[in-house]
């Protein structure tokens, strides 16, 4: 079933999302890859402040390519989530709703999106190009020095996704693999 939600999440809509659901996402979402997850981590375990807030929230694993000019932002296809899995629980328990990359998670991830009421999506992979249209606004809002693993704000249209790992823990590559 096809479903347009807005971002940041509201839980009442998340927890009647179906793992195999099609959502279309529209609203404010943030990037952050691998180094960005480390500093936010390192700064969460220091009791510093991170960049944006959690509540609610969608982190999209991924970080473009340069832009061509007259666009917003270049490619912007997911990144393989299982890399960020060591700090998504910590990320979750602090009000992350949601999440967007590629691929499988780990069992620590699955029990935080289901103590959280979360939810996983992922987007398709090699479809970077047809992604970054549906990207209105990008802005660089923290770890400038990291490059295209910077933190971004983006404004996103109708994004597409698959509700991957849903709030009870149903997943969708263990339903059909």
């Known amino acids: 079933m096809d479903i347009k939600i807005s971002a ?3 839980e009442e809509k998340i927890i009647n999302l179906k793992s195999g659901d099609y959502v279309y996402i529209t609203g404010t979402i943030y990037t952050a890859r691998d180094a960005a997850h480390k500093r936010m981590f390192d ?3 220091e009791n510093k402040e991170i960049p944006m807030s959690l509540k609610d929230n969608i982190i999209y694993y991924m970080g473009p390519s340069p832009a061509r000019e007259g666009r917003v932002i270049g490619s912007a296809g997911p990144t393989t989530a299982s890399r960020m899995d060591k700090y998504a629980p910590t990320l979750l328990d602090l009000g992350l709703k949601g999440m967007i990359g590629k691929g499988k998670r780990s069992k620590e ?3 935080a999106v289901v103590r959280n009421k979360c939810v996983y999506f992922a987007a398709v992979g090699g479809a970077g190009a ?4 549906c990207i209105k606004k990008s802005e660089v809002i923290a770890y400038d020095d990291l490059g295209t693993e910077a933190i971004r704000k983006l404004e996103v249209e109708d994004f597409p996704a698959i509700v991957v790992i849903d709030s009870k823990g149903n997943n969708l590559y263990e339903m059909v693999c």
Do not use: E, F, Q, Y
């Open 43 to 45: 700064a969460i375990n």
């Open 130 to 133: 047809l992604l970054s249209k």
């Open 109 to 111: 991830v699955i029990d």
């Open 8 to 10: 940041p999440l509201k």
